[in-house]
């Protein structure tokens, strides 16, 4: 069946320190999301993709990039770990513009 | 204001019971619509889309009102697996691909 898969499930590393999460998708999606997750907000945009070498930026990307040289995947890099990052990181993907969203596992990264 | 916005509960019933929550949009040409729900942290999954002419699942009804900017999701003869977080979701006109979330509503069904 095809599915999202994200990793690793937890990460804790320190601060300064560049992070990588993976998102791979077997759906062959056009479309791919980043988010994150903390308590009192709702999930937030962080970056998104229409297709193989698009990148678009959302509501907070600031300290964050990613990059697609495939439709399979998108890694989300954390150039420069701060404890501000510290939550949980969903990645997403859909097939087309009004399509519903499908969801990975989740990441829980913890920047110490 | 924000863009999507739900109570955010908690709304705590007894199995069997009805339960309707409620969310408003801020854009008038926002395009899509959907419920989703979420699972103490794990990831959101899909509960339904919501179309004009509203829409039925099981238990589960949703209704939009584009006049008055609103959707509603009506759970009838609640279950304990229905406890959640229930999260409405729009796609807004300009960036039809990207969804904006409501930041949820949290039911807990109790035996």
């Known amino acids: 069946d095809a599915e999202i898969t994200q990793s690793p499930r937890h990460k804790i590393t320190e601060t300064g320190r560049q992070v990588t999460l993976a998102c791979h998708q077997t759906?062959?999606?056009?479309?791919m999301f980043w988010y994150r997750q903390d308590l009192g907000h709702g999930l937030r945009l962080i970056h998104y993709?229409?297709?193989?070498?698009?990148?678009n930026k959302g509501e907070v990307s600031d300290g964050y990039s990613v990059s697609r040289s495939n439709t399979e995947d998108l890694p989300l890099t954390l150039e420069s770990a701060a404890s501000s990052q510290t939550s949980v990181y969903f990645c997403?993907?859909?097939?087309?513009?009004?399509?519903?969203?499908?969801f990975g596992d989740g990441t829980r990264l913890s920047i110490l | 204001r924000k863009e999507v916005e739900q109570d955010p509960g908690p709304f705590n019933v007894p199995e069997g019971a009805t339960v309707a929550f409620n969310c408003t949009y801020s854009?008038?040409?926002?395009?899509?619509f959907f419920w989703y729900r979420q699972d103490c942290r794990k990831e959101p999954k899909l509960l339904m889309s919501v179309y004009s002419s509203g829409n039925e699942d099981g238990r589960f009804t949703a209704q939009l009102n584009r006049a008055s900017q609103y959707i509603s999701l009506l759970i009838r003869d609640s279950k304990l697996s229905d406890s959640a977080t229930y999260l409405c979701?729009?796609?807004?006109?300009?960036?039809?691909?990207?969804?904006?979330f409501g930041s949820g509503t949290q039911l807990t069904v109790l035996p």
């Open positions: 854009n008038s040409a926002s395009q899509s």
């Open positions: 997403a993907s859909a097939k087309d513009g009004n399509q519903p969203q499908h």
């Open positions: 993709s229409y297709g193989v070498h698009d990148t």
């Open positions: 979701v729009v796609t807004l006109s300009g960036s039809a691909r990207q969804l904006t």
């Open positions: 759906w062959n999606h056009n479309n």
